[in-house]
Each structure stands twice: as C-alpha cells, then as structure tokens.
T-cell receptor, first 113, second 115 residues
Framework: DQQVKQNSPSLSVQEGRISILNCDYT??????FLWYKKYPAEGPTFLISISSIKDKNEDGRFTVFLNKSAKHLSLHIVPSQPGDSAVYFC????????????FGGGTRLMVKP | GAGVSQTPSNKVTEKGKYVELRCDPISGHTALYWYRQSLGQGPEFLIYFQGTGAADDSGLPNDRFFAVRPEGSVSTLKIQRTERGDSAVYLC?????????????FGSGTQLSVL
C-alpha cells in the first residue's frame, strides 16, 4: 500500500498564477517531509522541506504547508513560471530512519506561457 | 566530480543476463543510497550505505539484487538473472554523512531495459 500519495498525476496552470500540488500520507510516524523536482533525464533535486513541528515553510516563490491532523501537505508556487514545468515528488521520512525516503508517485506540472 | 555520477546512462539487456550499475557519489559523502523508479511511479528505496557497510538493505526486492561499496566511495548495484519487471530507472543518491533530514543529491539515473 502506498504510504505517500499524490492523487493528481498532472496539473496545468498559466504563467503568473499559483500552482498548488497536493500530497497525502498514511504513516503517522513520518515527521519530515520534502518536495523534489525532476526534469526529464535528470535526477530529482531537492526543493523545500518541512519538519512536523511546523505547519509552514517558505522559500522564495515556494511554500510548503503541513496539516498533521489531516495527514496532508501541499506545495504552493507563486507566481508560476514556465521553467517550473517538471515532475514534483512529495517524500517523507521517519525519525531515526536516516534518510530513507518514501516517495509519492509524482505530479507533472505544466506552466503555460 | 561536482555531482553524483551514474554509468551507464542506459543499459539494454536480455532476460536472464547479469548487469552491473555504477554510482560515483559526491566526493567526501559517506552516505550512499540506491532507489528504483518504475514508469509512472515515484522512486522506491532499495539500499543505504554508511561508509563501506550496508546500513539498511530492506528495500532490495529479492536475492537477485546485491550492492557493494568496497572502499566507501563508488558503489555497484548488481542484478542477477534479470527479469522484464526489473526494467526501471535506477537512481543513486549521496549525502554528507547520513544524518537525519540531511539533503540527498541524486544522480541522473541508469535506465535499465530488460528485453
């Protein structure tokens, strides 16, 4: 069973608008959450993370929100740019599990000029 | 090198053959990870090395899969008697010392196709 789920396989937004990517998890032991971005033929690159003691983390145009009670997190990108077009993976890890990440299936974001 | 290097970038083999996939981590990184990404899915954990030893190999799917890191730097993932279901992108990542929540740096992966 998938412990981390991204229910939207794709998302299309207009340049300049907000992109919202969603992620749900089932394992209550997860306490650290990350978003990775992947371009074709490249490996995933780290984007932003959040610890379970926080409910929001912001880095420039990227903000991650965590709702622990709902076991839900989201990534907001504003304003969206064509260069943001990529596959975004949500990932989670448990305390004392080193860096063994559990990934979601990914959401392909397309930002139209 | 500047980043994690994986070779070959593509490998085509026949069912039943043996393959080796190589990963060269970022210089000085003691922690190394292998993940596998099947089409349309996210990466799945295979194995984690701290130095020369496999600290966690719970993700290896069966005994056809084996990985080594004899000198604590380069790692090789070995797959025996390949099956069509092994076709996937095999990703390697490294981090500085394996501390919890440390950033992972991924290579571009090896696309393995088993015919």
């Amino acid at each position: 069973d998938q412990q981390v789920k991204q229910n939207s396989p794709s998302l299309s937004v207009q340049e300049g608008r907000i992109s919202i990517l969603n992620c749900d998890y089932t394992n209550s032991m997860f306490d650290y959450f990350l978003w990775y971005k992947k371009y074709p033929a490249e490996g995933p690159t780290f984007l932003i993370s959040i610890s379970s003691i926080k409910d929001k983390n912001e880095d420039g145009r990227f903000t991650v929100f965590l709702n622990k009670s709902a076991k839900h997190l989201s990534l907001h990108i504003v304003p969206s740019q064509p260069g943001d077009s990529a596959v975004y993976f949500c990932a989670a890890s448990e305390d004392n599990a080193g860096n063994m990440l559990t990934f979601g299936g990914g959401t392909r974001l397309m930002v139209k000029p | 090198g500047a980043g994690v290097s994986q070779t070959p970038s593509n490998k085509v083999t026949e069912k039943g053959k043996y393959v080796e996939l190589r990963c060269d981590p970022i210089s000085g990184h003691t922690a190394l990870y292998w993940y596998r990404q099947s089409l349309g899915q996210g990466p799945e954990f295979l194995i984690y090395f701290q130095g020369t030893g496999a600290a966690d190999d719970s993700g290896l799917p069966n005994d056809r899969f084996f990985a080594v890191r004899p000198e604590g730097s380069v790692s090789t993932l070995k797959i025996q008697r390949t099956e069509r279901g092994d076709s996937a992108v095999y990703l390697c990542a490294s981090s500085e010392n394996g501390a919890t929540n440390e950033k992972l740096f991924f290579g571009s992966g090896t696309q393995l196709s088993v015919l």
